[in-house]
């Protein structure tokens, strides 16, 4: 593929209903990143998939998010119950390696909570 | 802990004067250190990064440890480079710390 593609490009949502994000990362991307990027927050990691091994999960601001990686490829970030301070854009990255080299960005999923 | 600064919200500067974002790191270890722009409209994307050392679009940026900074500089601004930018660090498994950015407006 051209690069990293997110879809929706925008959603807005009722607060207190749940909302899904795709990612699909540049094929053959091991690595695959998800960060908010927010007024009040600027830009913050959320998760993080290499190859197999178990997300790194360090960065999800409550257990209403969650996030899985299909087959080492597509993401979807989940948000239950959505509140008003879940709205931002929410960013896909994906890598071929380790180490954040060459991160490349999806243009993002703009999320807005009613 | 980890933590990027970027102390200017706002850069204006007259195309053809020099600029220069600064950024300032806290870090435990061997940090690696980039600049990702993101124009009007455009998806973020990376400008520079330490370890190569090199000068992508005039910009460059050189890691100073006893500082412990990560400036940008241009000797002559551009109204193209009219854009946000943003400093990070990265950690551990690559993840990537942001400051907050830096808008920078060239004005002709």
Known sequence: GA????SPSNKVTEKGKDVELRCDP???HTALYWYRQSLGQGLEFLIYFQGNSAPDK????????????????VSTLTIQRTQQEDSAVYLCASSSGTG????????GTRLSVL | AQRVTQPEKLLSVFKGAPVELKCNYSYSGSPEL??????SRQRLQLLLRHISRESIKGFT???NKGETSFHLKKPFAQEEDSAMYYCALSGSWG??????GTQVVVTP
């Open chain 2, 34 to 39: 980039f600049w990702y722009v993101q124009y």
């Open chain 1, 26 to 28: 540049i094929s053959g």
């Open chain 2, 95 to 100: 993840k990537l710390q942001f400051g907050a």
């Open chain 1, 100 to 107: 954040g080299l060459f991160q490349y960005f999806g243009a």
């Open chain 1, 58 to 73: 360090s960065g999800l601001p409550s257990d209403r998010f969650s996030a899985e990686r299909t087959g080492g490829s």
């Open chain 2, 61 to 63: 940026a050189d890691l």
């Open chain 1, 3 to 6: 690069g990293v593609s997110q």
